[in-house]
């Protein structure tokens, strides 16, 4: 998209904002981060450009990362209230250092999944910035599972060992559903070894509900 070509978001009254997520792992299960928004309804223009450039200013920020160390995913986007569509971005690095102070730290065991209980109105009405954090890594996970050559030339060993033990579901959450007894199935954790994931028992069967 050029500048100039998001007449029709303007028209239906659409804003849109990009959301890069600049993050690294600090620790067992732990990433630190800082987010950063920019408001592209009017300039329009390519996302992942606009992220590049991104990269590139950040250092004037407090956040200190080499393009060329830095893992670039488009890994969701959302409504928010106010008529606003988010349109996030990870930029990964383990070379990447951040100013005390304004970099958030969270562990993936403490943040689920955004989910929503009802399967006709599939938008959580809460999602924390933890929650869109995670579901990066859960994407960076599925990508170094299948191979993405790119993602091994940038990671470290360890970052690839930990992401390869993270449950990668990518978009949704297994819930309690009936079985057609009425007993409900046990629920799947948000993050645990990949070995268990590979349990094929009947209590192990889900329903789930997209985001």
């Known amino acids: ?5 998001n007449t029709a978001m303007d028209k239906i009254g659409l804003k849109v904002v990009l959301e890069v997520f600049f993050m690294t792992m600090t620790g067992t299960a732990c990433f630190r981060y800082a987010v950063r928004r920019l408001d592209i309804t009017a ?8 992220v590049r450039h991104l990269i590139m200013d950040i250092g004037d920020e407090g956040v200190a990362v080499k393009r060329d160390l830095c893992f670039i995913h488009s890994t969701s986007w ?18 990447m250092t951040f100013s005390e102070g304004i970099a958030t730290v969270f562990s993936l065991t403490d943040a689920p999944l955004a989910t929503s209980a009802d ?13 869109v954090a995670a579901h990066a890594i859960r994407h960076l996970s599925f990508l170094i599972k299948n191979l993405q050559s790119a993602v091994y030339d940038i990671l470290e060993p360890d970052t690839l060992r930990f992401l390869q033990t993270v449950n990668d579901l990518p978009a949704g959450k297994f819930v ?29 069967t889900f329903g789930m509900n997209p985001q």
Do not use: F, W
């Open 1 to 5: 998209m050029e500048p100039g070509e």
């Open 43 to 50: 300039c329009g223009g390519d996302p992942d450009e606009r």
């Open 78 to 95: 959302r409504y928010e209230h106010g008529q606003t569509i988010v349109l996030t971005y990870l930029a990964y690095s383990d070379r």
């Open 119 to 131: 399967p006709g109105r599939p938008r959580p009405t809460e999602i924390r910035e933890e929650q």
């Open 176 to 204: 309690d559903m009936p079985t057609p007894g009425g007993t409900p199935r046990t629920a799947a954790q948000a993050l645990h070894p990949t070995k268990a994931m590979n349990s094929t028992s009947e209590e192990d």
